[in-house]
């Protein structure tokens, strides 16, 4: 593996991975390479109780606002590091699938992910975001568990 240009961080705004994403910028700095970091907006959101279904479309641009937004201050922190970075935040139903299809049209080099991010019933009903990544992701993935403990899956 020549080194990367574009490494792909994905985001959930959890410890595990804003603990990737340190990592990932380690690698970024080291390699001189951009750094993307992804957040994925579910598709079909679960709306609040106190959301009506009415407004389903202002509280998903609400999701996706607050994302950008808090993507952007990141983007920043990066920046002053002397980091390139982006942002994108994607929506889709299958968080995995998304991200691989964002690294694709990225042409990304790496993806750096973290064992877990969400858990509970999301984990359980669309199961592991990771998993699907390393089994279909075109590039290599370095999976990192929490605590900087890692594991690299390449293929």
């Known amino acids: 593996m020549l080194p990367p240009k574009l490494i792909l961080s994905p985001i959930d705004f959890s410890d595990p991975s804003t603990q990737a994403l ?6 970024a700095a080291q390699f ?15 709306l609040p109780t106190d959301v009506s279904i009415f407004q389903e479309g202002a509280y998903e641009e609400k999701l996706h606002a607050n994302a950008s937004q808090r ?7 990066l920046g002053k590091r002397g980091i390139r970075s ?3 935040v994607g929506t889709a139903n299958d968080v995995g699938m998304e991200l691989v299809r964002i690294a694709e049209q990225e042409k990304a080099d790496l993806i750096v992910i973290a064992t877990h991010g969400m858990t509970g019933w999301r984990r359980l009903a669309f199961g592991s975001v990771t998993e699907k990544v390393v089994r279909t992701a075109d590039c290599p993935v370095l999976v990192l568990r929490e605590h900087g403990q890692s594991i690299a899956a390449a293929h």
């Open 86 to 88: 982006k942002k994108i």
């Open 22 to 27: 340190d990592v990932a910028a380690d690698l």
């Open 71 to 77: 993507l952007d201050g990141m983007v920043e922190k």
């Open 32 to 46: 001189k390479a951009e750094l993307c970091l992804v957040y994925v907006v579910p598709a079909l959101p679960k």
